[in-house]
């Protein structure tokens, strides 16, 4: 039996042993009210069966007000490494020259850099989205460089606000200078046009992660599809040539996104990875049946082999009424989601995966602004830190899924990179086969 997060608050609390100094069989109950409020009841069993005391006892635990929770969050959110690893303005920044230093006075927009500030952000990773039409088209290469860029051009413009981070370290250090760190992550593995060198290009260039796939199945891996875009299975998962892209990823230390792959792309890359996986901006299918989220054996997996899962806010992928498990797979999106749904979300994957397994993947301005009400930019990044410490989680545990999770993966696949090349591993020359 799974317990809600309530349930195994009360559950802990009825647990405990009796407290010294109390009546025999006195003790605290703690209850969550409607809205998520703590509320804690002194039972008395020897002053009447259910008589709940007005007052607690004079030497009782104090109830955290309403106003001390708040402060709390925000002194806890502001003194954390907050990340997030997926972000698509960078598609705005290059096609109608957006710039994060000003306001979007049209609100069509989710981020710039008031707002990141607003929000608390310390690290950015930057989206270079090839959509799949490059695939087909050509010029899927020169369309990430583009992306890339136009993060470098922001570099350029705001040196005061933005620095290019290249590892765990570099992410650090930014952060303490009271900059954000700028990252970036490919997403559509066909942005390499087949081939190992222009991937090991992109990782000069500051790329850390890439997206085996988009909605489109490539010439080497398996696309999940989309809401709308059917999957399409060629390979059986990862082709010889997409396994040794996957061994490349490794010895260069850029980390493997799993978000949009099938699912015998997803087994396909355990099988392959040295290092842990990541799934940028994905949420649990347990909740909402879509086949880019993860069912609960993936995200068991994917805590077996150290990686982590940064939850997306889209609507469609979290909305917990209009894609049950049980039933088929939607063939359209849903406009509407809330808050709650998001935060189940979260705390199914620290149940099933575990709280050293999950984060923050928004995918803001990469979805019409679809996002829940109390999120709507990259500013409310801090209602995440808040709804967590009033749902019992601690500072620690809290911290982690802010942006430590993500750190330490990214941290681990730096030293995997590191031994690999140590122990003599050379760039790979595989070629795709036609």
């Not at 509320?39 to 002053?47: N, R």
């Not at 006892?57 to 709390?72: D, H, I, K, M, T």
């Not at 000003?102 to 929000?119: E, N, Y």
């Not at 620095?163 to 570099?170: N, P, R």
Request: glycine share 10%.
């Amino acid at each position: 039996m799974i317990m809600t997060r309530r349930e195994e608050v009360r559950t802990r609390r009825d647990d405990r042993p009796e407290r010294s100094g109390t009546s025999r069989g006195a003790a605290w109950t703690v209850r969550l009210l409607c809205g998520g409020f703590l509320s804690l009841l002194w039972l008395d069993p020897s002053a009447g069966i259910g008589r709940v005391l007005a007052q607690p006892p004079a030497n009782g635990p104090r109830v955290e007000s309403e106003a001390a929770l708040r402060a709390r969050a925000d002194r806890l959110h502001r003194n954390s490494l907050v990340v997030d690893t997926h972000n698509d303005i960078t598609s705005f920044i290059t096609d109608e020259g957006f710039d994060l230093g000003k306001l979007d006075p049209s609100g069509k927009t989710q981020t710039d850099l008031v707002r990141m500030r607003q929000g608390g952000l310390g690290a950015e990773f930057f989206s270079i989205y090839v959509a799949g039409s490059y695939a087909r088209e050509g010029g899927s290469a020169r369309r990430a460089m583009e992306m890339i860029d136009g993060v470098y051009e922001q570099l350029r413009r705001h040196p005061n606000d933005l620095e290019l981070a290249a590892t765990v370290a570099d992410i650090r250090r930014i952060h303490r200078s009271g900059k954000i760190a700028a990252l970036m992550g490919i997403e559509g593995g066909h942005a390499i046009e087949d081939s190992l060198a222009a991937l090991r290009l992109f990782h000069r260039l500051g790329v850390r992660y890439m997206t085996l796939t988009h909605t489109n199945t490539n010439n080497w891996a398996d696309s999940a599809g989309g809401i709308t875009v059917p999957a399409e299975a060629r390979h059986g998962g990862l082709s010889p040539f997409g396994r040794e892209v996957v061994r490349e990823m490794n010895r260069l230390g850029m980390m493997v996104d799993i978000s949009h792959v099938a699912d015998q792309t997803f087994w396909s890359v355990l099988e392959t990875t040295r290092a842990p996986v990541l799934a940028s901006h994905s949420s649990a299918r347990a909740l909402t049946n879509v086949g880019r989220n993860l069912s609960d054996e993936m995200l068991r997996a994917v805590a077996r082999n150290g990686g982590v899962v940064m939850v997306n806010f889209y609507n469609a992928f979290i909305n917990t009424e209009y894609a049950p498990a049980d039933q088929p797979r939607p063939t359209r999106g849903v406009k509407g989601a809330t808050l709650e749904m998001l935060l189940q979300h979260f705390e199914h994957i620290i149940r099933v995966a575990g709280i050293d397994h999950v984060g923050i993947g928004s995918d803001y301005d990469g979805v019409d602004g679809e996002v829940p009400p109390g999120m709507e930019d990259i500013s409310k990044l801090p209602t995440l830190t808040y709804q967590l410490l009033r749902r019992g989680y601690s500072e620690d545990d809290v911290r982690k899924v802010l942006g430590e999770n993500l750190l330490r993966v990214m941290a681990r696949n730096e030293e995997v990179a590191r031994s690999l090349q140590a122990t003599g591993e050379l760039p790979s020359r595989a070629r795709l086969q036609p």
